[in-house]
């Protein structure tokens, strides 16, 4: 597995390649949003068990929150692709909102507490 750093455009494109070679294509945008439900779901149980109160039982398969934010990332680009959503506008867009909306919401660090 390579560590290589992928623009946005790259990941969608190698996730569209790789949708395309199926007849069944993307999923409706109902079915996409249940699978986005279903990931979010595995990664809080993830989270639970490393960082909650509820351990992994020893018959349960031990996956990482890395994987599951993959698969979440994954889904995320499916549901982009599928609806011709361009994600790098689309966090453009999120960034832009939260650094204008939410540039006074908390508590910045001073340059002092960095040294």
């Known amino acids: 597995m390579s560590e290589k750093n992928f623009t946005t455009e790259e990941i969608q494109k ?26 979010v779901g595995e990664m809080a149980r ?3 068990h490393y960082y909650g109160e509820k351990p992994k039982k020893k018959t349960e398969q031990e996956n990482t929150i890395e994987e599951e934010l993959g698969d979440l990332l994954f889904v995320t680009i499916c549901f982009a692709n599928s609806l011709n959503i361009n994600l790098s ?27």
Do not use: H
């Open 89 to 115: 506008k689309a966090f453009d867009i999120a960034m832009t909102k939260f650094e204008t909306r939410d540039k006074d919401r908390w508590t910045r660090i001073d340059k002092e507490d960095l040294k």
């Open 14 to 39: 190698r996730v569209d390649e790789y949708i395309s070679q199926f007849k069944e294509g993307y999923f409706s945008p109902l079915s996409m949003l249940a699978r986005l439900t279903e990931e």
């Open 46 to 48: 993830e989270v639970n």
